[in-house]
């Protein structure tokens, strides 16, 4: 009797955990091909348990590689720890942050960077405190950890805070030594707090091919308030997570 490919996802699942398909940087599926012959099923019945797969967030089907596994456990994204000024004043960017807590190797390259002057829509105006349509400068990011996207993030300023600084730079990478947060400190605008918000939800066509998502991933939605002591606020961001790339990280003091 021939494997179905409910069955065959379920061993193909149990070979990736007990490691004979080991979850490393070069880690894929033997091919198509060779797992139809070892199964003795057609290649259509390996494309549906791949798929399956796929949705549970254990591979990833590249172009040119094959059917890649996975890291797991998947990248910590440190709560508060990420915009700690120890690390930012002294040249660690947030997405390095996380990596450093995860144990993986980053590169400044590893982020992408468009910048360009855009017109408030009505939620970044009210964030920044402008009329509906105001110029603010927009930097839009892509984040990748070997080659695979994790999350885009995009960032909203005034642009008498940040005109002729490093932000809004359109070169790769952060924004100069200690990123963002660097440059509005040197620009006098030093950033005293943070206010997060995030839910959950499935991506839209665009997300998905972005963040080369497999079918039924959802994304994790951030939103993020900037503000300096005094209150001002001097970024607003939006940020898109692949749900199954990040384990998210909270550590503080239970209030009284």
């Keep these: 009797m021939s494997i179905g490919y409910r069955e065959l996802a379920s061993v193909l699942r149990s070979r990736i955990e007990d490691g004979t398909y080991p979850r490393d940087a070069t880690g894929t599926l033997p091919k198509h091909q060779e797992l139809a012959d070892e199964f003795t099923v057609n290649v259509k019945t390996i494309r549906q348990a791949v798929r399956l797969l796929e949705a549970e967030g254990l591979v990833t089907v590249v172009r040119r590689r094959g059917t890649v596994i996975r890291r797991q456990p998947a990248m910590k994204r440190l709560g508060a720890e990420r915009y700690a000024k120890s690390k930012w004043k002294f040249g660690l960017v947030a997405f390095a ?15 992408s960077n468009r910048v360009r002057l855009v017109e408030a829509d009505p939620e970044v105006a009210a964030a920044l ?40 730079n359109p070169a790769p990478g952060p924004a100069g030594h200690g990123g963002g947060f660097a440059v509005l400190t040197i620009q006098g605008f030093e950033p005293d707090a943070i206010t997060e918000s995030l839910h959950a939800r499935m991506p839209t066509p665009d997300e998905a091919r972005e963040l080369q998502l497999p079918v039924g991933e959802p994304v994790v939605v951030l939103r993020r308030m900037t503000t300096t002591l005094d209150g001002q606020v001097v970024e607003f961001a939006r940020g ?17």
Excluded: M
């Design 97 to 111: 942050a996380d990596r450093e807590a995860s144990g993986r190797a980053w590169a400044p390259g590893d982020q």
């Design 129 to 168: 405190g402008l009329p509906v349509g105001a110029p603010v400068y927009e930097r839009a990011r892509l984040v990748r950890e070997e080659g695979v996207p994790t999350h885009a993030l995009t960032s909203f300023y005034r642009p008498d805070h940040v005109e002729g600084t490093p932000l809004v």
């Design 240 to 256: 898109v997570h692949a749900a199954t790339r990040f384990e998210w990280s909270y550590n503080f003091k239970i209030p009284e």
